[in-house]
């Protein structure tokens, strides 16, 4: 799959096995950052001949998505004599993507960068489209470029090392994207979820590229994000919401599926989508939202106010994008806190 890019067309390939790694390893003047539960996983499988000091390892979170992170990872690339012929390696989800997506462009007004996304969440979504974010003091995504990679390598035998909690997350992406594909989409998830959610390696495959597929032409319109890409949000004014109250106990893809209850809720509630699709939605949902909801609080003041905060509100009204009639998408503005909260009853 090519990605057409105002900044460089990129490709996606989804590999059959590890075999692309050793060709990656081998590249001439190639710096590595890796994931570090993922390092200690495949160390001795797939990265045991990494140089030292061609390698980077960074653990995976949120306190470390930061600048500071970047300019280390910078600072070491200075060691290859090539300059901006030099290529960044990435093993890793969404953090990793973020900080060495960052990294890859600044350094030296931007290098060659090959991304590997090791997490469902990754490989069906953020791997393409470009956007790269870090956190900054107390504030989340404040730093960010559009910079995609030249080349993205999915491998889903990296999933079944995903931890059941980081797989059903991915699987919310993925549910997301057939629900916006409509009622055929839907059918579809209902059809193949028990094969998902047991990570048969073809149905995944399957998805990936269907889930890659359907983000394609919403990118490729609208890059930097001013427009239609707007619709890729559904669900997310809420999702972001839930991420955001629970200190990030609940992960995004998780997150974003309950963000999809409560906007078809929304919905229902005014007379614009239809209640049988809202609930086989749920139903079909809830077999993906697995949260342990000790400790956090989601009353819907603090929802209220998270949503409040998060970067993609423009005004003072509440935005959120919605399906309509036969799964439609529309942006609607000025939401009332009027939804219930079914959705924390699990």
Not at 231 to 245: C, I, P, R, S
Request: charged fraction near 25%.
């Amino acid at each position: 799959m090519i990605i057409k890019s105002n900044l460089n067309d990129y490709s996606v390939t989804i590999e059959s096995s590890f075999e692309f790694v050793t060709e990656l390893i081998g590249l001439e003047n190639a710096y590595f950052v890796i994931d570090k539960n993922l390092y200690d996983l495949y160390e001795k499988r797939l990265f045991s001949n990494i140089a030292h000091e061609k390698l980077t390892i960074v653990e995976a979170l949120e306190a470390n998505k930061t600048i500071e992170t970047v300019l280390q990872i910078c600072e070491a690339m200075t060691i290859i004599p090539a300059k901006r012929n030099a290529r960044l390696v990435s093993f890793g989800g969404g953090i990793i993507q973020d900080i060495t997506g960052f990294a890859a462009n600044i350094l030296y007004r931007g290098i060659h960068w090959t991304y590997i996304p090791t997490t469902l969440l990754a490989a069906c979504d953020s791997c393409i489209g470009g956007k790269t974010s870090l956190n900054y003091k107390h504030y989340k995504n404040l730093l960010g470029t559009f910079f995609p990679p030249e080349d993205i390598r999915i491998c889903s035998d990296f999933f079944k090392s995903l931890t059941e909690r980081d797989f059903q997350s991915g699987l919310g992406e993925v549910v997301k994207f057939n629900i916006m594909y409509g009622e055929r989409g839907l059918s579809r998830i209902e059809h193949d979820l028990d094969l998902l959610l047991n990570r048969d390696e073809n149905t995944l495959n399957t998805y990936l590229e269907t889930s890659l597929a359907f983000k394609k032409p919403f990118i490729e319109e609208d890059e930097f994000d001013k427009n239609v890409r707007i619709h890729l949000n559904y669900a997310h004014t809420f999702g972001h919401a839930f991420e955001t109250a629970s200190n990030y106990a609940i992960p995004h893809g998780t997150a974003v599926a309950m963000g999809m209850i409560v906007a078809n809720r929304v919905s229902l509630q005014r007379g614009i989508l239809d209640e049988e699709l809202v609930l086989r939605s749920e139903q079909a949902l809830k077999r993906i939202i697995h949260v342990d909801f000790t400790g956090i609080n989601l009353d819907i003041d603090t929802i209220i106010d998270a949503i409040r905060k998060d970067k993609k509100q423009t005004s003072s009204d509440l935005t959120a994008v919605l399906l309509y009639d036969d799964m439609k998408l529309g942006i609607f503005k000025d939401l009332k806190p009027k939804f219930g909260v079914k959705i924390f009853q699990y």
